[in-house]
């Protein structure tokens, strides 16, 4: 959310999106209602459904681990200050000169693929890799491809 006004305006669904994500990520929830979303697939899916895909939604353990990485006002300011990423890296992005993989899921609402295609061309040789079916938390839905990308990147 670089500029929300006009954001607001001209993508009010992707807007909305990520004003849902930083109210979820940073708002506390008493610990029965995450006990509850973490113990109900069908909770679960109400909550977190529209950022990550049915990887997370079908193991228990990832949905816990989903929701304790929710629901802490600390992380409210760090979302504050990255909403600038696009300035800040667009006046980086050129400097970088290490390999630089970028990975998106097709599913991600918050980091779209066309998102991350722009980002990536700013960043001289710097490739993608779009996992499919995959949302907002790829180490948690597809963490055996990932894995596989960073193995790739230090080999």
């Not at 990550?52 to 409210?76: F, H, K, P, W």
């Not at 991350?116 to 490739?127: E, I, N, S, Y």
């Amino acid at each position: 959310l670089d500029r929300p006004v006009r954001e607001l305006i001209t993508r009010p669904v992707a807007c909305l999106t990520f004003m849902r994500l930083f109210a979820l990520v940073s708002f506390p929830a008493p610990a029965r209602v995450r006990r509850a979303i973490v113990g109900s697939r069908r909770l679960s899916r109400a909550t977190f459904g529209s950022y990550v895909s049915d990887a997370v939604l079908d193991r228990e353990e990832a949905r816990n681990t989903l929701a304790a990485e929710t629901g802490q006002l600390s992380i409210l300011p760090a979302l504050w200050k990255n909403r600038h990423y696009w300035r800040e890296f667009s006046d980086q992005a050129q400097d970088i000169g290490a390999n630089v993989l970028f990975v998106v899921g097709t599913r991600d609402p918050m980091s779209t693929e066309a998102d991350t295609r722009a980002m990536a061309a700013m960043v001289p040789g710097a490739k993608i890799a779009v996992l499919k079916g995959i949302g907002h938390a790829a180490p948690l839905e597809a963490s055996g491809a990932i894995a596989d990308y960073v193995r790739e990147a230090l080999g």
